[in-house]
């Protein structure tokens, strides 16, 4: 192989290197093949400016520091100027300040520069430190990246391996290499640099909706740590109908920033509606109008004519029954039977008031209609805008131009509320019409829903109920059930239970009695 092919193998083998750590290493090892060397190290540079030792390699001490190695580098970083001045006892220092090549045939006989670290490291090892050749890498803009540092070229024609100076043409070759290695770095970094900023914006996103809506916002934080714990439990079982299911760091990567995004679409949503707390709240509880009015009305029956004192006081009671459980309904939660129903139409009916010499009803028609809610606050035309922060989401991240390996941001993340037999929204997909990802998100969406201990609206429900309603959804074929058995057998639940419930969720209960899980081992 000639220079130029060997030259273009190492670009492609550098550039195709996704770990700093490894990159490096690799850049390190090039060099010393291109120059024939018996020793190189090489150096990145800290936030501080300092030179950090990646790997060091030498072949005669048999040594390997670093890199991919297990073996740690203790020596500390080199700092590349010293109250203000280049720290000239350091030739990778006066490189790397210099941003100039240093050619060095013989440290014993070379008077330019300070040599005695070399030299004092030489004594502790036996080792003897001839030739050096030391490099800075500079990307296309002249940044600095790092220093390359090559020891003691060996004469390749001669058997002995004797030492020799490093050549006007090495030079050239490792100064080509540092230029590249500089290139590629850079490269790298813009690209992690790009992928960190995308990161912080998504999360952004769910902090924005957290301060939004502190009831939704833990939420957002939330379905992310679920949807990886039960993505990684997916990822490391070999056994039964998810046993070749297999993701990537890069899968797991694109399946958070998902996660991270899945409700971006609330930003859009009122808060009146995303934080409804009460049956009759819009941007306040109008419960207090209607105390107002059967307050009023228990005064106009205190003052009327038209009763026997016996009788009005049954009538007083009577009413005030009748508020006590118009504030109970306000409250909402749990299911309003159609006795309820039939009963807050009387009481509607039963009262009037008179207000300013006007003749009111007790209740108004969008009252009632609140009212009468079955479950919940959220009233049918509520739900219908809560349910369109999934239309808002897909607009969203449909519209963004995601890169290849965040392709599938949008097909993940507005999944969640899709059930398997296709009655969910906002696509009524079907099981076989999304990604694995895309089912498991909506289990974690769930699973945080039921046990989220910071809504207004409801109490934090314990794990026992939490699983039972989830076991019905799995029979009733809205979540995965492959995916569902998974987040119980490896007790995805518990890891989560154990980090972010309270002990008061943490109920007592016998798997195997759970809908759906009695395939479970107790
Ligand atoms: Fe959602
Ligand atoms: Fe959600």
């Not at 992690?192 to 939704?216: C, R």
């Not at 009413?319 to 309904?329: K, N, T, W």
């Amino acid at each position: 192989m000639n220079s130029i092919e060997h030259f273009i193998e190492i670009g492609i083998a550098l550039s195709s290197e996704k770990d700093h750590g490894i990159l490096l290493e690799k850049i390190i090892k090039s060099a010393m093949e291109l120059s024939n060397a018996d020793g190189g190290t090489i150096y990145s540079i800290s936030e501080q400016g300092e030179l950090v030792f990646e790997t060091i390699i030498n072949k005669t001490l048999s040594l390997h520091l670093g890199g991919t190695t297990t073996n740690k580098i203790n020596f500390p970083p080199i700092p590349i100027l010293k109250y203000g001045e280049v720290n000239n006892s350091a030739l990778v220092a006066i490189a790397a300040h210099t941003g100039k090549i240093i050619n060095i045939d013989d440290v014993y006989q070379c008077l330019d520069y300070d040599l005695s670290a070399a030299k004092a490291m030489d004594k502790k090892t036996g080792y003897k430190t001839q030739s050096v050749l030391t490099l800075p890498m500079k990307n296309h803009q002249g940044d600095l990246n790092g220093v390359i540092q090559l020891i003691n070229a060996i004469n390749p024609t001669n058997a002995k391996g004797e030492i020799v100076p490093f050549n006007k043409e090495t030079e050239k070759l490792t100064h080509a290499l540092s230029s590249l290695a500089g290139v590629i770095i850079t490269n790298k970094q813009l690209i992690d640099e790009m992928e960190n900023l995308f990161t912080a914006f998504s999360q952004l996103i769910a902090s924005a909706i957290d301060k939004k809506s502190p009831y939704t916002g833990g939420h957002c934080r939330r379905v992310p740590l679920i949807t990886m714990m039960l993505a990684k439990a997916c990822n490391e079982i070999d056994y039964g109908p998810l046993d070749k299911f297999v993701m990537n760091k890069e899968d797991f990567h694109e399946l958070g920033v998902a996660a991270w995004l899945h409700d971006c679409g609330k930003v859009a949503t009122p808060e009146y509606v995303m934080d409804k707390a009460k049956k009759l709240e819009t941007v306040f509880d109008r419960i207090e109008l209607v105390n107002a009015r059967f307050e009023i009305a228990a005064r106009d029956l205190y003052y009327s004519k038209k009763y026997a004192e016996k009788q009005k006081a049954l009538l007083l009671k009577d009413l005030e029954a009748d508020r006590d459980f118009i504030c109970h309904a306000n409250k909402g939660g749990e299911f309003f039977d159609d006795d309820k129903t039939q009963r807050v139409y009387q009481i509607a009916k039963k009262y009037q008031v008179t207000i300013k010499g006007v003749k009111q009803d007790i209740l108004n028609s969008d009252e009632i209609y609140n009212l009468i809610t079955k479950r919940g606050t959220l009233n049918d035309k509520e739900r219908r805008v809560i349910n369109g922060h999934m239309d808002v989401t897909v607009e969203m991240l449909e519209s963004m131009p995601f890169p290849k390996h965040l392709k599938r941001v949008p097909e993940y993340a507005c999944g969640h509320h899709e059930k398997m037999d296709g009655t969910g929204y906002p696509k009524g997909l079907k099981r076989d019409e999304m990604s694995i990802p895309a089912r498991i998100m909506g289990i974690a969406d769930v699973f945080e829903a039921l046990t989220a201990n910071d809504r207004p609206y409801k109490d934090p429900k314990p794990l026992s109920e939490t699983l039972t309603i989830m076991g019905r959804m799995k029979l009733g074929d809205h979540l995965d059930p492959d995916l569902f058995d998974v987040f119980i057998e490896k007790e995805v639940y518990l890891e989560f239970a154990r980090q972010h419930l309270e002990a008061s969720q943490m109920d007592d209960f016998d798997i195997t009695q759970i809908p759906g899980c009695e395939g479970n081992k107790a």
